[in-house]
């Protein structure tokens, strides 16, 4: 039963944590909550075939949301960064990992940790 809760606590908090990095930069429309709704349950079979990955599951739906967003709107969250040169996404670091954070991969500088975007 703990492990069942640690999954559900994990997937809650990724959501939580994508949910507001979208409302920050204002693209928490419908459709794109539908988007986090989706990596969710995807991660939930995911961890529930590797249950060691519980603490991966936040950049892991940041991840999937932003690739989502990508095929369907264009870059997300762009890079606050850099001013000047082409409009770029954030990346998320590390890729399969705890703790992860927004970075500019250009200037390799942490923005802010997954659900930290102002």
């Given at each position: 039963m703990d492990d069942i809760d640690a999954v559900e606590q994990a997937l809650h908090t990724a959501r939580a944590?994508?949910?507001?990095?979208?409302?920050?930069?204002?693209?928490?429309?419908?459709?794109?909550?539908?988007?986090?709704?989706?990596?969710?349950?995807?991660?939930?079979?995911?961890?529930?075939?590797?249950?060691?990955?519980?603490?991966?599951?936040a950049g892991l739906v940041a991840q999937d949301v932003q690739d989502a967003l990508l095929e369907r709107y264009g870059r997300w969250p762009i890079c606050p960064v850099c001013a000047s040169g082409d409009p770029h996404a954030l990346d998320v670091e590390p890729e399969l990992g705890p703790d992860p954070h927004w970075v500019c991969g250009e200037q390799g500088v942490v923005v802010a940790p997954v659900g930290g975007l102002t």
């Open positions: 944590l994508v949910l507001a990095d979208l409302a920050a930069r204002e693209v928490a429309a419908a459709e794109v909550v539908s988007m986090v709704e989706d990596s969710v349950t995807h991660r939930r079979w995911w961890v529930e075939q590797w249950p060691e990955g519980v603490a991966y599951v």
